[in-house]
């Protein structure tokens, strides 16, 4: 069955680090990709999306790439702030439901 | 636009208790999802309804939780009755497209069970 993997947490970077979290998952098909981010005591928020193979989704800096090949779809951003702080979710549908990754912890420190 | 309303925010029961859960999704929005958060496990999907009618309950536990969607506007699930390891946070979402893509989700309720 579909599955997604990402890397444990938590992850602790300091104001302006580069930051990668990686995700990798298991389809059949042609599933489409993304991250959610879930700020303490929020629902989950969609960051960002990507629906097809070498598609690049982007938004508030954060940027991913889905990669057929790799299966992989790695969440990155050049310069992290402190309000980035927060869970990151990878999360793939394909079928008709929406499988999430265990989540990985983001703290950024001033 | 208001987003998807849960309600209530926080809930703190005792073991064997009724505990009803409510959801409003966003207006026009066709799916709906109830999913459940916890350390342990991390988010599980309970249940989905599509334009009222449940779809696919396999994540439902067991049979002291149902879930309802009588309208459009409206869901509930309910769990009767309640035991310590139902404490999770609840959270409704719901969409506009056939295939789940991008979730609204609700802010959640937090249910504690003692």
């Known amino acids: 069955g579909n599955s997604v993997t990402q890397m444990e947490g938590p992850v602790t970077l300091s104001e302006e680090a580069f930051l990668t979290i990686n995700c990798t998952y298991t389809?059949?098909?042609?599933?489409?990709l993304f991250w959610y981010v879930q700020y303490p005591g929020e629902g989950l928020q969609l960051l960002l999306k990507?629906?097809?193979?070498?598609d690049k989704g982007s938004n508030k800096g954060f940027e991913a790439t889905y990669r057929k090949e790799t299966t992989s779809f790695h969440l990155e951003k050049g310069s992290v702030q402190v309000s980035d702080s927060a869970v990151y979710f990878c999360?793939?549908?394909?079928?008709?439901?929406?499988?999430f990754g265990a989540g990985t912890r983001l703290f950024v420190k001033a | 636009d208001a987003g998807v309303i849960q309600s209530p925010r926080h809930e703190v029961t005792e073991m064997g208790q009724e505990v009803t859960l409510r959801c409003k999704p966003i207006?026009?929005?066709?799916?709906l999802f109830w999913y459940r958060q916890t350390m342990m496990r991390g988010l599980e999907l309970l249940i989905y309804?599509?334009?009222?009618?449940?779809?696919?309950d396999s994540g439902m536990p067991e049979d002291r939780f149902s879930a309802k969607m009588p309208n459009a506007s409206f869901s509930t699930l309910k769990i009767q009755p309640s035991e310590p390891r139902d404490s999770a946070v609840y959270f409704c979402?719901?969409?506009?497209?056939?295939?789940?893509?991008?979730?609204?989700f609700g802010p959640g309720t937090r249910l504690t069970v003692t």
């Open positions: 979402a719901s969409s506009t497209t056939p295939l789940a893509y991008e979730q609204y």
């Open positions: 389809a059949t098909g042609y599933p489409s």
């Open positions: 990507a629906t097809k193979a070498d």
């Open positions: 999360a793939l549908t394909g079928g008709f439901k929406t499988i």
């Open positions: 207006s026009g929005h066709d799916y």
């Open positions: 309804f599509n334009n009222n009618v449940p779809i696919d």
